[in-house]
């Protein structure tokens, strides 16, 4: 699963993403400095795992991951080609979740492209943007479709949706503000549309966090109606992942707080993507693995391997609450915490599962 980092140039969308996944991507005082997209890979933090480690005493930790991918500033005019914005746009439509960094510090050091510190505008502009070449693309499906479907009714589904989504689109509205059925969101599915994707605001803020900043922020939430907003000083992760593990947990407790802004956006990008995580634990290793919310033991256990998924028989099952509040596998066992699931079960986050198999 990937998520995109987007937003206008110098709004810190490198520095963010430098502290995200401690890449070093280049970072610099002017647009366009990001042209390829930089790519990491991040661990989802998960508490449950280390304790997992200690119980099994096991020699190998794996969590679960996402990549990310740090695409280039977009400026206005981007759907009609300014500022390298087609080849940025494309990079959009690969991911599969966005994050929008959105300017709220003051730095006169920092130059904005538009001149001042206007988070709401700045959204906008994005946001036209992404509609903009979302309308292009479905104005010329839909002209195909429409003459198409004069001889073969079974496209007229596929006409009475993209109607539907270029008169929002025209109006100003993201798709993803639509509903749905579910043949529609298969359609939709082919499409690619940027406005259709989950979305993310981090709000970019100074190490001073000023009045007129959490002015800002608080303007940006009213704005974003409901979407998740998370707070962060860029530059501070960014110090923050610098540190060694021992210095950074201290820097941490310091602050007042048991996670950073990173690992609250982490965690929100594996939510916005509708992903959680069952756990394997033994003594070779402990690992998360990433599955769909609403997924069923044999397509859970074919995330291991596909013979698992073939010749499935049954899961056993137990929480990771009800272990370690047994203390370990055979007492939960005892306690008749142990479960056997068949295939319609459907896997729960935290559920830690030894599949039966046989090919």
Same mark, same amino acid.
């Given at each position: 699963m990937k998520i995109g980092v987007v937003g206008l140039p110098n709004v810190g969308k490198s520095t963010l993403f430098n502290a995200i996944t401690e890449a070093g991507a280049e970072s610099a005082n002017y647009p366009f400095c990001t042209?390829?997209?930089?790519?990491?890979?991040?661990?989802?933090?998960?508490?449950?795992?280390?304790?997992?480690?200690?119980?099994?005493?096991?020699?190998?930790?794996?969590?679960?991951?996402?990549?990310?991918?740090?695409?280039?500033?977009?400026?206005?005019?981007?759907?009609?080609?300014?500022?390298?914005?087609?080849?940025?746009?494309?990079?959009?439509?690969? @991911?599969?979740? &966005?994050?929008?960094?959105?300017?709220?510090?003051?730095? +006169?050091?920092?130059?904005? $492209?538009?001149?001042? !510190?206007?988070?709401?505008?700045?959204?906008?502009?994005?946001?036209?943007?992404?509609?903009?070449?979302?309308?292009?693309?479905v104005s010329k499906k839909l002209e195909k479709d429409g003459k198409l479907s004069r001889n073969d009714k079974s496209l007229v589904p596929s006409v009475n949706l993209l109607t539907r989504i270029k008169e929002a689109l025209e109006n100003?509205?993201?798709?993803?503000?639509?509903?749905?059925?579910?043949?529609?969101?298969?359609?939709?599915?082919?499409?690619?549309?940027?406005?259709?994707?989950?979305?993310?605001? @981090?709000?970019? &803020?100074?190490?001073?966090?000023?009045?007129?900043?959490? +002015?800002?922020?608080?303007? $940006?939430?009213?704005? !974003?109606?409901?979407?998740?907003?998370i707070p962060l000083c860029a530059k501070i992760e960014e110090e923050l992942v610098s540190l060694p593990q021992e210095d950074r947990e201290l820097f941490k407790a310091e602050l007042g707080i048991t996670e950073s802004g990173l690992e609250k956006l982490v965690t929100a990008s594996y939510d916005i993507l509708g992903l959680m995580s069952y756990l394997t634990a033994g003594e070779k290793e402990v690992r998360a693995w990433t599955i769909k919310k609403g997924t069923k033991a044999p397509q859970a256990a074919g995330k291991i391997h596909s013979d698992f998924e073939k010749g499935f028989i049954k899961a056993e099952i137990v929480s990771y609450d009800d272990l370690m509040e047994a203390g370990n596998f055979v007492k939960a066992k005892e306690k008749g915490k142990v479960r056997i699931e068949g295939k319609e079960y459907v896997v729960q986050d935290g559920d830690i599962v030894l599949f039966r198999f046989n090919v």
């Amino acid at each position: 699963m990937k998520i995109g980092v987007v937003g206008l140039p110098n709004v810190g969308k490198s520095t963010l993403f430098n502290a995200i996944t401690e890449a070093g991507a280049e970072s610099a005082n002017y647009p366009f400095c990001t042209i390829e997209p930089n790519v990491g890979i991040v661990d989802v933090p998960d508490e449950r795992l280390g304790k997992l480690g200690e119980l099994y005493h096991t020699q190998k930790i794996i969590p679960a991951s996402i990549e990310f991918v740090d695409i280039a500033g977009l400026v206005a005019g981007a759907s009609h080609g300014e500022g390298l914005g087609n080849k940025f746009l494309s990079h959009i439509r690969e @991911v599969d979740a &966005i994050v929008h960094v959105v300017r709220c510090f003051d730095n +006169e050091n920092i130059i904005h $492209v538009s001149g001042t !510190v206007d988070p709401i505008r700045d959204i906008e502009i994005i946001t036209l943007e992404l509609i903009l070449a979302d309308l292009e693309v479905v104005s010329k499906k839909l002209e195909k479709d429409g003459k198409l479907s004069r001889n073969d009714k079974s496209l007229v589904p596929s006409v009475n949706l993209l109607t539907r989504i270029k008169e929002a689109l025209e109006n100003n509205k993201e798709v993803r503000s639509l509903t749905y059925s579910e043949e529609e969101q298969e359609l939709l599915k082919g499409l690619q549309l940027l406005t259709a994707k989950p979305v993310i605001y @981090v709000t970019n &803020i100074s190490e001073r966090f000023t009045f007129s900043e959490k +002015e800002r922020v608080e303007k $940006v939430k009213a704005y !974003v109606n409901g979407d998740k907003v998370i707070p962060l000083c860029a530059k501070i992760e960014e110090e923050l992942v610098s540190l060694p593990q021992e210095d950074r947990e201290l820097f941490k407790a310091e602050l007042g707080i048991t996670e950073s802004g990173l690992e609250k956006l982490v965690t929100a990008s594996y939510d916005i993507l509708g992903l959680m995580s069952y756990l394997t634990a033994g003594e070779k290793e402990v690992r998360a693995w990433t599955i769909k919310k609403g997924t069923k033991a044999p397509q859970a256990a074919g995330k291991i391997h596909s013979d698992f998924e073939k010749g499935f028989i049954k899961a056993e099952i137990v929480s990771y609450d009800d272990l370690m509040e047994a203390g370990n596998f055979v007492k939960a066992k005892e306690k008749g915490k142990v479960r056997i699931e068949g295939k319609e079960y459907v896997v729960q986050d935290g559920d830690i599962v030894l599949f039966r198999f046989n090919v």
